[in-house]
Structure formats: C-alpha cells, structure tokens
C-alpha cells in the first residue's frame, strides 16, 4: 500500500513538471507581437534548469519515502506490541484459572483432612460444626445468616474468591464450637445475586460427639444433612 502511495506521487510529480515545461516552450516559441522577433534559447540554460527541476523531483522523492517507511515502521511496532500484550494477557488469565484450581483443590484436601481429624479424635464435649456448599454460586459476594436453638451468630460473607472454591467443591465452615450434649435446632439463610434461599433441620442430642450440618445449595434449594463423629467416650 505503501509503495503503491509512493508511485502515485511521484507520477504525479513528474507530470506536474512536464506540463511546466511545455506551457514554459510554449510561451517561448509564442511571438510577443508584430514584427517582434524572438531571441533563441540558451541550450546550456535550459539544460541547467532542466537538472533543477530533477535534482528537487528526486529530494522530494526520497523525503517520501523515508516519511512513509517510518509510518510504516511505527505502524508494525505498535501492531507487534499489541500482539504481545494481547498473547502476555492471555497467558496471565490461564495462569490465573490454574492457580484458582490449584487452590480449590487444596481446600478440598483440607476439609478432607479436617474431617479425618476429627474422627481420629474423641471429644471431651459435644461439638456443633456447620459447614456450606454451593454447587451453584451467584456473582459478587454471597452473605449468611446461620442460627442455633434461636441465637443468631455473627454474619457470615462470602467473598467472590471463596465463591470460586465453593463452586470448586471445597466447604465454607460457618461455625464451630462446643454445644449441650442435646438436640439443636439449626437455620440457615443463604442470599446472593438472584439467590434468596433458607432451611431448617433439627439435630438429635449427642453427648461427647462431633455433630456435622452441612447446607448445600443445590438447584436454587438449600437443602441439609448431618452426621456425627467421635462416639466412643474416653
């Protein structure tokens, strides 16, 4: 394109002078009146002017072209630069999705880990743990409202980050902490973008026991199990 934009103006160019000329013979050879006569021609002169009208034709050339090489030149600088930012942010959000997985996975070990841990264990006291998980997790943040035997606990918010994880399959452990060995009575509400859902479940008295309610989000529904570890005595 470059070059194409270099011929046609040099073509044009050349014309310019040629026409110049011509009309410059022209009015030369024309007679200035009656009975004038015209003086001939210097060829010398002409031949010198002639040079001129080249020597600029070929600086304005040249100057042409080294404007559209550099036009040039930038255009696939920038071109190349945008390429390589373009291939950087691609390889920066692929590292990003591995490094999300990566830590999903190890929260998952975690709460495995956890789990195994306290089975190992046998408690001195009745021990109440409430875990959540969403296999379906609304955008932004997700915020919780977790009671026990009509006591509301401290709210509980879910960050974009742990939503990721949860979506993953890790848990999100809402409370843990030591109850009567008697039945309870635990409610969980659970709101997010487009998400409003609540459960109740009551859980069966279990002196010197880890009792697990686990909420899980699932298909718009919050539903609810439980489970106990820990059950001999010491």
């Known amino acids: 394109m470059a070059a194409g934009r270099l011929n046609e103006h040099i073509t044009l160019n050349h014309t310019r002078h040629f026409l110049c ?12 009146g009656a009975g004038a006569q015209q003086k ?4 010398g002169k002409q031949l010198k002017s002639l040079e001129e009208q080249i020597e600029i ?10 404007r559209l090489e550099k036009e ?6 920038a071109r190349a630069q945008m390429l390589a930012m373009g291939g950087e942010m691609g390889a920066l959000q692929r590292l ?29 006291a009745s021990i109440l743990v409430v875990l959540l998980r969403m296999e379906q997790v609304p955008p932004g943040e997700v915020g919780t409202a977790l009671a026990i035997d009509a006591s509301t606990t401290t709210p509980h918010t879910i960050s974009p980050e ?6 993953a399959g890790a848990a999100e452990e809402l409370y843990r902490g030591e109850v009567p060995p008697s039945g309870h009575r635990v409610s969980l509400q659970v709101a997010g973008k487009g998400l409003n859902v609540g459960q109740m ?5 279990a002196p010197k026991q880890i009792t697990y309610v ?13 489970w106990t570890s820990g059950a001999s005595e010491r």
């Open 72 to 77: 040039l030149a930038a255009e696939i600088a």
């Open 21 to 32: 000329l011509a009309v410059g013979a022209a009015l030369v050879a024309a007679p200035l």
């Open 201 to 205: 479940i009551q859980v069966p008295p």
């Open 96 to 124: 990003e999705v591995l490094l999300d997985s990566a830590q999903a996975r190890l929260l998952v070990q975690r709460d495995r880990i956890r789990l195994l841990d306290d089975a190992a264990r046998t408690p001195g």
């Open 40 to 43: 001939p021609a210097d060829p």
């Open 162 to 167: 742990s939503g990721r994880t949860l979506a």
């Open 57 to 66: 034709t070929r600086k304005q050339r040249l100057e042409l072209e080294a």
């Open 214 to 226: 686990e909420f899980t989000v699932r298909n718009g529904v919050l539903v609810a199990a439980t």
